[in-house]
């Protein structure tokens, strides 16, 4: 078994982070038992993301699933308009896990929120290899109710590396930098 991204044996143990997280957080006294929270992932293939989201659906109490992603923001732009369109610039930043324009992991989101219905996937994902975009249809797009989409730039990155330095004097890597 390979444990790459798309396997299913690398998001069960990332659902693990999101209930050790929450245990932490209760244990320290930042939150109350069952007090909701929310999630901040920088992604760019939907993975860790993906598994807070069955985090969440497992029980843990998670609000807002926060996707986080660079300049290249496909998923930003989706989880906004409900349209995945790859017919766009692509940039290489200072964020590289980040830098992807297909994200193969959301398409396992999509099964799931399409009713476990395969054969709606697969005509989202042929659309997108024809024609480099698909949009979604409203049941789907009820279903993203629980995510936001947000961005920054390279220069946002650094800014953002810069200040947490300054004020905390700790070096947060570029991918935390596009979450906070």
């Not at 930003?76 to 992807?100: A, K, L």
């Amino acid at each position: 078994s390979s444990a790459n991204s798309i396997n299913i044996g690398r998001l069960v143990p990332q659902v693990a982070y999101y209930v050790y997280g929450y245990v932490k957080l209760l244990e320290q006294g930042v939150i109350e038992d069952g007090q909701k929270i929310n999630v901040v992932v920088p992604t760019g293939n939907f993975g860790n993301i993906l598994a807070a989201y069955y985090a969440k659906q497992m029980g843990v109490p998670i609000d807002r699933l926060i996707c986080a992603s660079n300049k290249n923001k496909v998923l930003t732009d989706f989880i906004n308009t409900g349209v995945y369109d790859i017919r766009r610039e692509f940039y290489m930043t200072n964020s590289p896990s980040m830098d992807i324009l297909i994200s193969s992991i959301l398409e396992r989101l999509l099964y799931h929120l399409a009713g476990n219905d395969g054969g709606k996937v697969k005509e989202l994902m042929d659309a997108l290899e024809k024609e480099k975009f698909y949009e979604i249809d409203e049941t789907i797009r009820a279903g993203l109710t629980d995510f936001y989409g947000g961005f920054c730039d390279i220069q946002e990155t650094n800014e953002a590396i810069g200040k947490m330095f300054r004020e905390n004097q700790y070096l947060m890597d570029t991918h935390t930098a596009v979450a906070y």
